[in-house]
């Protein structure tokens, strides 16, 4: 709706003699509209906004895991850059987002590309594509843990058979992060899968048409037509599995519990380590806020980047 | 636009739902509730095990049954959230009214959560020497008593006589074997199995259970004058000799060892013996395995020693609880011999109450276990406290000591002596 047909309506909306009459229906109208959104508005000041302020706070404090906190200043960011557990969880999270991202990207784009040809299966293919998003997380990454176990996998079974040496998945780096990669990029294909999907529907066919006459093949509309019309998608997509990636928590949590493992360092990202300060042994709740704003401005920044440099890879068209 | 009996009717519930709300996040849930008749009361009682959780329950049911005017709601939580809900309602000056608590007990004293008890010990009669010092001391804080004692754990070394007798072995594990004994035990055993995924046994590599009892078998410390001892000539020992099962093929490799189960490694046959806590024992006597397959010794003697680390429960009483009284008696029950026979009854935990029959019990409900108490009663005889090596502020770094220091060392990347030293460092750190 342009600023024209604004003001039209606005018009329309207010003529001269009853113009009092209706701004006071207006105000009641608002006030009651604002108390149905009372409810809304406590919880995000209550778990939102309250919640985020209350661990800005906390992160001025030592805080156990009982007991009132004890304002210590800058204590706490003092200690991050000495913190050599937080470099470990720093370095892989952004080792997995920089694997990770591409990974989902590159697969959603193929699966949605294939998803717009008829073919026989094609509703099967789309339920599988759809299938992990429905899936319950804990249960897949178990499935996936026990298809990598190293004595009795599946995987290893399989690698055996073919006469090499078993690999020991979950026991060096390279292997936890092939892992973590293969469950989060199942876990997360999907949804970007349909985005892109239904970004493609909106390319008009002329365009293909119009390319196809002047002989561009497939490989050479899908980068000068299909990319950049759907940028606008593309960037979503890749900013919230970006996001969500550096969020990472459950896939090393389950895979690598933190009791147990000698190998918890090679899937260590900053929330499992902020998980591990706040809520293992007797809790450094702090500190653990400390490292938590860490990881906010850390997506902050990421964030503000892709939005710097969006501006000049995503089209949005003629009216945008 | 709306007609005014409309307008009426939607603000006004859009004020009764916003009033109800403010009214239902300001108001406190008692954890407890009476019905005003003398005595009465309702009981909320909170543990994490759910192993436990059966034992418990006919614990409570026993209670119930002595005590008709008291009733007890018995809520599991799964342990790894068990402490942030406990903080959360303790915090609040809510949560339940009696609950189990660990070593972790000195913050919640501190912070004012727990009632002291010792004016209901004393009114009441119960006697502290019923139950294990070493655990029972471990909820006495600056000359209180906060903590019963529930139970008392210990590590023991179990053995599949199928694998052995399959293997054709005839040395197996005895009440008097010696590390050498294990070694050679093993080796024989890794000569003779053929699948290349087994493995002649599993002993906890971790620093915390495996090394640190060693250590302490070897006559060192883990902590000394609230300072990190593990570069010790002992530390450094241990070590090493836990590395050369390692790399005598005798465990696991530590690349293996993240999704390596002793228990489920035991049970299909894969390792022929395994160091294994006595809470785990109840998942073997359950399992679909034989009467009799598995048998239990105490851990292999060094320099004839064969300490164990050991820790327990407690049941703890909330210091805002409505019910104090009745708490108590349920704490009492609970503790008594008559609970915790009914308690040890679900086979789960070895009680800290020290009457025969508790331990009578808790045999007989792993009657499957060959040798069960003679191996624990051998365990009793030569433990130290686990919180010597896991005082309460290094059970946040412990993790930290199995990936920065434990997964190198084991991996060959970091010697013993410096191995020792980084865990001395991270100990001193904790300790502050």
């Known amino acids: 709706m342009t600023s024209s047909t604004l003001l039209r309506s606005s018009t329309v909306a207010t003529p001269g003699p009853r113009r009092n009459k209706r701004r006071g229906f207006g105000r009641r109208d608002a006030l009651i509209g604002f108390l149905f959104l009372i409810p809304l508005l406590a919880g995000l000041l209550l778990f939102r906004f309250y919640g985020f302020a209350y661990n800005v706070w906390l992160s001025f404090t030592k805080a156990g895991a009982f007991g009132p906190p004890q304002f210590i200043g800058w204590g706490n960011y003092q200690q991050l850059f000495s913190d050599s557990q937080l470099a470990v969880a720093v370095v892989n999270t952004f080792k997995f987002a920089i694997i990770i991202v591409p990974v989902v990207i590159v697969v959603s784009l193929l699966c949605a590309t294939v998803m717009q040809y008829k073919f026989r299966g094609q509703s099967a293919f789309r339920a599988i594509v759809f299938l992990p998003a429905v899936f319950l997380p804990t249960a897949i990454i178990f499935v996936f843990g026990w298809l990598f176990q190293t004595q009795y996998g599946l995987i290893n079974t399989t690698i055996s058979s073919l006469g090499s040496s078993p690999v020991s998945w979950l026991g060096s780096s390279t292997g936890v992060t092939v892992v973590i990669t293969v469950i989060v990029v199942y876990l997360s294909f999907s949804v970007p899968t349909i985005i892109l999907y239904a970004g493609m529907q909106e390319i008009p066919t002329e365009m293909y048409e119009a390319a196809t006459l002047d002989g561009a093949r497939p490989v050479r509309r899908f980068f000068s037509i299909t990319l950049p019309l759907l940028s606008p998608s593309l960037f979503f997509v890749i900013l919230t599995t970006t996001i969500g990636v550096l969020k990472l928590f459950d896939v090393p949590y389950l895979l690598l519990p933190p009791e147990q493992s000698t190998s918890v360092n090679y899937g260590m990202t900053v929330l499992y380590y902020y998980y591990q300060l706040a809520f293992v042994g007797i809790g450094q709740r702090g500190y653990a806020a400390a490292v938590s704003l860490v990881l906010f401005v850390l997506i902050l920044a990421v964030s503000l980047i892709m939005f710097r440099v969006q501006r000049r890879f995503v089209h949005y068209g003629e009216d945008g | ?432």
Request: aromatic share 8%.
């Open chain 2, 1 to 432: 636009m709306f007609p005014s009996r409309f307008k009426r009717i939607a603000s006004g519930t859009a004020v009764a739902i916003a009033v109800t709300l403010a009214i239902a996040g300001c108001s406190s849930t008692p954890s407890s509730t009476s019905n005003g008749s003398g005595g009465a009361a309702n009981l909320s009682l909170m543990i994490w095990d759910p192993a436990q959780t059966a034992g418990v329950q006919k614990a409570v049911d026993g209670f119930e049954a002595k005590n008709p005017k008291i009733k007890v709601s018995l809520q599991q939580v799964p342990q790894d959230q068990y402490y942030t809900k406990l903080d959360a309602s303790l915090g609040a000056g809510e949560g339940p009214d009696v609950m189990w608590q660990s070593s972790a007990i000195p913050v919640y004293v501190k912070g004012g959560a727990l009632e002291p008890l010792d004016s209901y010990i004393k009114k009441s009669g119960l006697k502290l020497s019923d139950y294990a010092p070493i655990i029972s001391n471990l909820y006495k804080i600056n000359g209180k008593q906060y903590g019963i004692a529930k139970d008392q754990d210990t590590w023991t070394f179990v053995y599949n006589s199928a694998v052995f007798k399959k293997l054709g072995m005839t040395d197996v594990p005895t009440n008097n074997w010696t590390w050498d004994d294990m070694v050679k035990i093993a080796k024989e055993v890794k000569s003779k199995q053929t699948s290349s995924t087994d493995v002649p046994m599993s002993y906890d590599r971790a620093f915390n259970n495996g090394v640190a009892s060693v250590i302490h078998q070897l006559g060192g410390k883990v902590v000394d004058n609230n300072k990190g001892v593990v570069s010790s000539p002992e530390g450094t020992k241990a070590l090493t000799m836990m590395k050369d099962l390692q790399d005598q093929g005798l465990i696991p490799v530590v690349a293996n060892s993240t999704d390596f189960n002793p228990v489920s490694a035991l049970i299909s046959g894969t390792a022929a013996m395994a160091e294994i806590p006595s809470w785990n024992l109840s998942l073997l006597s359950k399992s679909t395995a034989p009467a009799g397959t598995f048998h239990v010794v105490r851990l292999p003697s060094v320099n004839g020693k064969w300490l164990t680390d050991t820790n327990g429960l407690s049941y703890v009483m909330n210091a805002n609880s409505a019910h104090k009284d009745a708490s108590w008696k349920l704490i009492q029950y609970l503790t008594s011999t008559e609970g915790a026979v009914l308690h040890a009854e679900g086979g789960a935990s070895i009680p800290a109450n020290t009457a025969k029959s508790t331990l009578d019990a808790y045999v007989t409900a792993n009657s499957n276990l060959a040798g069960l108490r003679d191996a624990i009663s051998a365990a009793h005889q030569q433990m130290y406290l686990r919180t010597s090596s896991e005082y309460p502020p290094v059970r946040g770094p412990i993790p930290q000591i199995e990936s920065t220091q434990m997964g190198p060392f084991y991996a060959g990347k970091i010697s013993a002596s410096d191995v020792g030293k980084g865990i001395d460092q991270i100990i001193d750190k904790a300790l502050g």
